[in-house]
């Protein structure tokens, strides 16, 4: 069983930065991919960025050029960099990671984190 534990969430300003961090306890690392999705109350959870463990990248377009996925392996981290917050991006942050890529990208990944708060103020 692999643990997926986020943070870095917390209360930014429209405009402002933070950056989540999400660490797996796991031997192979390496060979999963990884993701994070986000939900807001009352609505679908959305893909926001993955990452391959070739590092390939991808994002909602809502986010592009905004946020930068990452990842360390040698820390066995995924990294979410978040600038030019806006209010819309408000919402429960979950990282999530699978040896299959696409099922990663449907939201069917093998292992989850207990979500982290974003909140981006009005």
């Known amino acids: 069983q692999v643990q997926l534990v986020e943070s870095g969430g917390g209360l930014a300003q429209i405009g402002g930065s933070l950056t989540l961090s999400c660490t797996a306890s796991?031997?192979?690392?390496?060979?999963?991919?990884m993701a994070w999705f986000r939900q807001a109350p009352g609505k679908e959870r959305e893909l926001v960025a993955r990452?391959?463990?070739?590092?390939?990248?991808s994002y909602v377009d809502s986010v592009k050029g905004r946020f930068t996925i990452s990842r360390d392996n040698t820390n066995n981290m995924a990294l979410l960099k978040m600038t030019n917050l806006k209010s819309e991006d408000t919402g429960v942050y979950y990282c999530?990671?699978?040896?299959?890529?696409?099922?990663?990208?449907?939201?069917?990944?093998?292992?989850w984190g207990q979500g982290t708060q974003v909140t981006v103020s009005s």
């Open positions: 999530c990671a699978d040896v299959s890529l696409a099922r990663v990208i449907e939201g069917t990944a093998k292992y």
């Open positions: 796991t031997t192979y690392f390496n060979i999963l991919s």
């Open positions: 990452i391959s463990k070739s590092d390939v990248v």
